[in-house]
């Protein structure tokens, strides 16, 4: 749908004035023409109507006539996935279950996991970060659920002698930078986070809230791998257990409902433990996953298209023959 309409270049209050003011030279000129005419002034009609309509013109350039269009765009919104996964030394313990009472590691849950999340998302892009001591970008944005797969397939877990206690936080600022990259790129995409983890923080400082993270996603699911009754953290070295200073003793490793549930509260998600009954594949964040695939929308927009170059062009004319009148007169007076 189209339209006429006026919109002032240089605002309503400017274009305005230079309007009224405008019409009011153009309404001088004609009674100054009329009352000279008595008189016997030399001024033509025709210039009376040329000077005239030049004051008119620039009254209508000053409102700024439009062509209001109404147009409709098809916007395509994609689905980005992003997943994190834990890789602290932890994520060694074999007391963890997915989907059958066979006891695995909870790194090998984790793959597991990924490899559902994957499936739940086709036509998506997909970014993964592995966190532990550090945190990485393994996997930039991409389409090819291939890449995702693999990544998946290489994670182990790191060296658990040589670790100084694990923190959660040290993925929020790659995190974060990830997201923001993300939603700046694609602005009208849906991001959704998946983190998995066993939510042990063996380090000493208060956590970070993850709550900044909130700005740039859309939906976040937290899957705890492992159990509440723990196991023994294996060492690099084959065979053997990480040794806990304190007793001495090989340390035990309990996965932390409360953590992963905070993390999911903090990043306004789901919490999602992951046991012989409950996994990924059968749970309400795989429903939910369908409202986050691709989709097609349609929006209005109204498009305002200045139209000054035919006023422009008439004024230049209207100029012209005025400069040529007074060059002609000019001439016969001398």
């Not at 996994?279 to 986050?292: C, G, L, P």
């Amino acid at each position: 749908m189209n339209g006429v309409s006026f919109v002032p270049a240089l605002g309503w209050i400017a274009g305005s004035v230079i309007a009224v003011l405008m019409v009011a030279f153009a309404v001088v000129g004609i009674v100054l023409h009329v009352r000279r005419g008595a008189d016997g002034s030399d001024e033509t009609l025709g210039s009376c109507i040329r000077r005239t309509a030049i004051c008119l013109v620039v009254a209508l350039m000053a409102l700024t006539p439009s062509v209001v269009t109404k147009t409709t765009s098809r916007v395509t919104s994609a689905t980005d996935v992003v997943i994190v996964s834990d890789i602290t030394g932890s994520m060694g313990v074999e007391d963890a279950h997915y989907g059958s009472e066979q006891q695995i590691s909870r790194l090998d849950a984790a793959k597991l996991a990924i490899t559902d999340i994957v499936n739940a998302y086709p036509n998506s892009s997909f970014a993964a970060l592995s966190t532990g001591a550090s945190a990485a970008v393994d996997v930039p944005l991409t389409p090819d659920t291939g890449a995702v797969r693999n990544w998946a397939d290489s994670l182990h877990t790191e060296n658990s002698s040589n670790s100084a206690g694990s923190s959660l936080d040290v993925v929020i600022d790659p995190l974060l930078r990830t997201l923001k990259s993300i939603r700046d790129a694609h602005p009208d995409d849906r991001i959704v986070l998946y983190m998995v983890t066993d939510g042990e923080q063996t380090v000493s400082n208060t956590r970070r809230t993850f709550s900044s993270l909130r700005h740039y996603i859309n939906d976040a699911c937290v899957i705890g791998v492992g159990s509440t009754t723990g196991g023994k953290v294996p060492s690099s070295t084959a065979g053997q257990w990480v040794i806990d200073p304190s007793t001495g003793q090989p340390g035990v490793s309990i996965m932390d409902e409360g953590q992963i549930k905070a993390l999911a509260d903090e990043l306004g998600g789901t919490a999602l433990i992951t046991s012989s009954t409950s996994t990924v594949a059968n749970a309400q964040i795989t429903k939910q996953a369908q409202q986050w695939r691709e989709s097609d929308t349609q929006k209005e927009r109204t498009r305002v298209n200045p139209v000054v170059w035919p006023l422009a062009i008439l004024l230049v004319v209207l100029l012209a023959w005025e400069a040529g009148a007074w060059v002609a007169m000019s001439r016969r007076l001398l």
